[in-house]
């Protein structure tokens, strides 16, 4: 598992930071597990409480993806894999204030 921002597959949108995500839903706990390889591209792994049901594991990573941003839920949205475990998810605001910011959490867990 790596901590290093650069290797997760970001990409900078009109809008902001669009994070790739790997979503275990049904997990005992919400977390953000750290970073791991899937599909050939650098992912977030994140597991959440909540069931793939009517949105709800959808909505649960939003609120986890924020909070462990320190950002407003507004500012996050599943935008692609609304049905899949494989997400994209778009973080609004300034890209490079995201990107350092992203990098910063991903050290964090990195220890």
Same mark, same amino acid.
């Given at each position: 598992m790596? $901590?290093?921002?650069c290797t997760l597959g970001l990409r900078r949108t009109r809008? $902001?930071?669009t994070l790739p995500v790997r979503l275990t839903p049904k997990s005992s706990r919400d977390e953000i597990v750290g970073v791991e390889s899937f599909g050939g591209e650098a992912v977030l792994k994140a597991r959440v409480r909540a069931i793939p049901e009517g949105g709800r594991a959808n909505e649960a990573l939003e609120r986890l993806v924020a909070h462990w941003l320190k950002v407003p839920p507004?500012?996050?949205s599943v935008t692609q894999g609304g049905k899949s475990r494989a997400k994209h998810v778009l973080i609004e605001g300034d890209a490079d204030t995201l990107i350092r910011l992203i990098e910063a959490s991903l050290a964090e867990l990195a220890g």
């Open positions: 790596s $901590g290093e921002g809008d $902001g930071v507004s500012f996050v």
